[in-house]
């Protein structure tokens, strides 16, 4: 038997080879394919300062606690996105929609659209959003962006955002016109599923309108993706074997 000279087969093989190892490797992570997945639910809460509160799951009927189930329902027939138009307390024309969109086990994205218009202050209104079964992403670790803005006729807006127990805030901010942007800190355990929140607290002194749009977007962080995507070279490296070794000579 005769084996080639390795020194000058196996560098231009296994640079080939681990190309397309690497190439396959961030496909099947840029895509999430993960298996596993749980099953997604997203929930919209609207609570007022007097205690009064509506449960909308999606694709449900609402429950105004107190009252009991049937009051109002997710007006939108669209998958993870709910809507609700009705009244609550002294806030007398309410429309606030949670869309989940973006790939749930790549990077999901959470949005928060309100109008909300009270007859008598003060008051408070909380808009929370909540998707969960999220994941596992590509990678361990992501960094929650968060975006904001809209308006308001008086008293301050705060926008809370949550993957799981770790809380980045924006605000409050005041009218007429609000809007920020930040960063929050990066957030591990994203390798197994979990939760996103959004919450807007709007804190009227006395009766007005207060409308606009909350965002939340992860990205899951380059170095983890790399470190997951490298996993996968053992798996493509026990096929490489140079054409010729182990083949007897003519």
Known sequence: MTLPPIGKVMPIMVRKRLIKILAVAFGLAAAGLVPAHATITTTLVVTDSAGDSVTIADGGIGSYSGHGPGYGADSNPNANTV???????????????????????????????????????????????????????????????????????????????????SETT?????????????????????????????????????????SGDARFTIIPEPTTMLAGALLLLPFGLSTLRPRGIGRRSA
Request: charge should be negative; proline fraction near 6%; glycine fraction near 16%.
């Open 83 to 165: 809507t609700w138009v009705g009244t609550i307390g002294n806030w007398y024309l309410n429309v606030d929609t949670g869309v989940l969109d973006g790939n749930p086990t790549a990077a999901p994205n959470l949005d928060v659209s309100f109008l909300d218009d009270e007859s008598t202050g003060p008051g408070t209104l909380t808009i929370t959003f909540t998707a969960t079964g999220l994941g596992p992403l590509p990678a361990d670790t992501a960094a929650p962006q968060l975006s904001f803005g809209g308006t308001t006729d008086n008293g301050e807006v705060t926008y809370n955002a949550l993957i799981n127990s």
């Open 170 to 210: 924006i605000g409050p901010l005041t009218g007429p016109s609000f809007s920020g942007d930040k960063t929050g800190a990066e957030v591990g355990g994203l390798l197994s599923t979990f939760t996103m929140v959004q919450s807007v607290v709007i804190d009227h002194t006395t009766g007005g309108s207060t």
